[in-house]
């Protein structure tokens, strides 16, 4: 069992940042991948960005790349989550979530039925 719990988020301006946290607890957590989704109002849950075990390889949305960074600090048991150039749109409940994967590819990284841990969720609010 991993246990996981966000941090760090809030309400913002457009344009601004914010920086979500993810600290793990429980099994090993440097063993298993690391997602961020997010649900806004009325809308499905949707892929943000993952990281692989080390941190040697991302996915990202495309809506999202080049403005969030994804990163994980396996001694400290966190991922994080840096969120740039922040626009209305990104509005939502943010979740960080973990698998042990077999296999790194696209298909499987962004699904959210691959990640059997979640955490409670981090509103992010961005004002225009």
């Known amino acids: 069992q991993v246990q996981l719990v966000e941090s760090g988020g809030g309400l913002v301006q457009a344009g601004g940042s914010l920086r979500l946290s993810c600290a793990a607890s429980?099994?090993?957590?440097?063993?298993?991948?690391m997602g961020w989704f997010r649900q806004a109002p009325g809308k499905e849950r949707e892929f943000v960005a993952a990281?692989?075990?080390?941190?040697?390889?991302?996915y990202y949305e495309d809506s999202v790349k080049g403005r969030f960074t994804i990163s994980r600090d396996n001694a400290k048991n966190t991922g994080y989550l840096q969120m740039n150039s922040l626009k209305p749109e990104d509005t939502a409940v943010y979740y960080c979530?973990?698998?042990?994967?077999?296999?790194?590819?696209?298909?499987?990284?962004?699904?959210?039925?691959?990640?059997?841990?979640w955490g409670q969720g981090t509103q992010v609010t961005v004002s225009s």
């Open positions: 979530a973990a698998a042990g994967l077999r296999l790194w590819i696209r298909s499987v990284v962004t699904g959210s039925t691959t990640y059997p841990y």
């Open positions: 429980g099994r090993t957590f440097s063993s298993y991948a």
């Open positions: 990281i692989n075990w080390n941190g040697g390889s991302t």
